[in-house]
């Protein structure tokens, strides 16, 4: 990747950093279609030390606001989830697994609206605990039955959620060999976009209308993928 390649992936991170600090969701969203355009390689595990990071400022600025008892439900359908995604990044090829990216990506632009019962949650942890480790993106299956929650309640519950499974991911991409120097020094690198987006989004929070926010998030998405998806095939 050269240095203004690298400079346009940190340019999004921050944003996408700042995009999630608001929303609870959407680094992974925005971000994991630029990395794949420019070297799909890097994911997912540049990126999920990323989020490890970012999960875990968002769970010490609201923590107060964490549904543990719901947090509870998503973990437990996250688990599995998460040896599948490492399983399919062990055995599909990256321009594969860019395919799925970009389809993921797509999809979530489309999501309906499920209530936030017990078994929709475990149902969508294992869902975002599967596409998170194979993709990074594990925010779209949490944020449609988190959706009705309070700004705090919502940031900091799939902050919460978001940190377990992000760990998780690490340690089984880690058992399957995804994780290397490479990929953490990449990671190493869009460190301060990623610390400098979340502190902006403490300071824009009380200003934004999050749905205009999040729809913006969810059209730039879907460019960067249908991006990924006319690259790839």
Do not use: Y
């Amino acid at each position: 990747m050269t240095g203004l390649e690298l400079a346009v992936v940190a340019l999004v991170v921050s944003i996408a950093s700042c995009l999630q600090g608001a929303i609870g969701f959407g680094v992974a969203l925005l971000s994991a279609p630029v990395i794949a355009l420019f070297d799909p390689t890097l994911l997912p595990g540049s990126l999920i030390l990323v989020v490890t990071g970012l999960t875990a400022l968002g769970v010490l600025r609201d923590r107060a606001a964490v549904d543990v008892k719901d947090a509870g439900w998503a973990v437990a359908g996250q688990v599995p989830g998460t040896v599948a995604g490492a399983l399919l990044v062990a055995a599909l090829s990256a321009r594969t697994l860019a395919l799925v990216l970009a389809s993921t990506v797509l999809l979530s632009v489309c999501g309906w609206r499920p209530r936030p019962r017990p078994a929709a949650v475990v149902v969508a942890g294992a869902a975002s605990g599967l596409l998170g480790t194979a993709t990074s993106i594990g925010g779209p299956p949490m944020a449609l039955v988190w959706h009705g929650s309070s700004r705090a309640r919502m940031r900091g519950t799939m902050s919460a959620f978001f940190l377990v499974g992000a760990v998780m991911a690490l340690v089984a991409l880690t058992v399957v060999g995804s994780i290397d120097r490479r990929t953490v020094l990449f990671a190493a690198a869009l460190l301060p976009a990623m610390v400098l987006g979340f502190a902006v989004s403490g300071a824009v929070n009380a200003r934004i209308n999050r749905r205009i926010v999040r729809q913006v998030g969810l059209v730039a998405s879907a460019l960067g993928a249908v991006l990924v998806l006319l690259r790839a095939l």
